[in-house]
């Protein structure tokens, strides 16, 4: 819609650290705004207050925008996230983006929002009026009741996630993947190669048609597909009896080439 060009900048496993350097290089007189999302799909990905807080000087120094998705804020399983509007400087140049979807699972009712000071807001309010223009009223009501959930609802729904990540992370390790850690969201990045398919949607067909397991192929999230081949992407946002179903099958079906 605003003709925006794109410049991709490749978070690589095991610890998709930011490149620092290569963002440098990437910023020039032209460029707007930075999108991050943090914690992050599909990776699972959580930025460090060190890489925030060399984004959030180069953002500064250049006069450029952040826009950051942090609809996974809730979901975060080995350190505090960190909003990147919260650094010092940031919040005049930051729209933080969410949604009820991960946090109280209710991805179906597309309803989110944008935070930001008005200079930014205006902007944000135009393009929606060109995208979903209106959402339902009854369910803006709903969403109201939902953000005055008590602290202990968020306690729980950490704990419910944690005991399904490790069923899942170590069920996966047993299969014979190589697991990436997972700091937060519910996803679970491995490496499928050690199964000798051809790469992650050969993968991932193979593992619905004979296994009876779904898994993402993560070059879809690439720019350059060829970086996600090796990887594929599980969640353990299912119930724990599911997940183990999901473990048994690949135990007793994948086989190590």
């Not at 990437?26 to 807080?53: C, D, G, Q, V, Y």
């Not at 009741?145 to 170590?170: G, Q």
């Not at 390790?173 to 697991?179: C, L, N, Q, R, T």
Request: glycine share 6%.
């Amino acid at each position: 819609m605003a003709g925006a060009k794109i410049k991709g900048i490749t978070l690589c496993p095991p610890a998709y650290s930011v490149p620092i350097d290569e963002l440098k290089s990437a910023i020039t007189k032209n460029t707007r705004a930075i999108l991050i999302n943090t914690p992050h799909n599909p990776t699972r990905k959580m930025f460090s207050r060190e890489e925030l807080s060399t984004i959030a000087s180069l953002c500064i120094e250049t006069d450029v925008l952040v826009f950051t998705d942090e609809v996974y804020d809730k979901l975060a399983f080995e350190t505090d996230h960190i909003s990147m509007a919260s650094l010092p400087g940031m919040y005049e140049r930051t729209v933080t983006l969410n949604s009820l979807g991960k946090t109280f699972s209710l991805t179906g009712w597309k309803i989110g929002w944008a935070i930001a000071p008005p200079h930014l807001t205006w902007g944000v309010r135009q393009a929606h009026s060109f995208l979903t223009f209106a959402t339902s009223t009854p369910m803006q009501w709903a969403a109201a009741v939902a953000l005055r959930a008590p602290e202990s609802y968020y306690v729980e729904l950490k704990r419910d996630y944690m005991a399904k990540k490790e069923i899942l992370v170590e069920g996966l390790k047993a299969v014979g993947f190589k697991v990436f850690p997972s700091s937060g969201t519910y996803f679970v990045v491995v490496d499928h190669t050690p199964f000798g398919l051809e790469n992650d949607i050969a993968f991932c067909e193979y593992l619905i048609k004979e296994v009876g397991v779904v898994a993402i192929p993560t070059s879809v999230f690439y720019l350059n597909p060829e970086d996600g081949k090796n990887l594929v992407r599980f969640t353990f946002c299912k119930d724990e009896e599911t997940l183990k179903a999901a473990v048994e099958r690949m135990k007793e079906k994948l086989k190590r080439k």
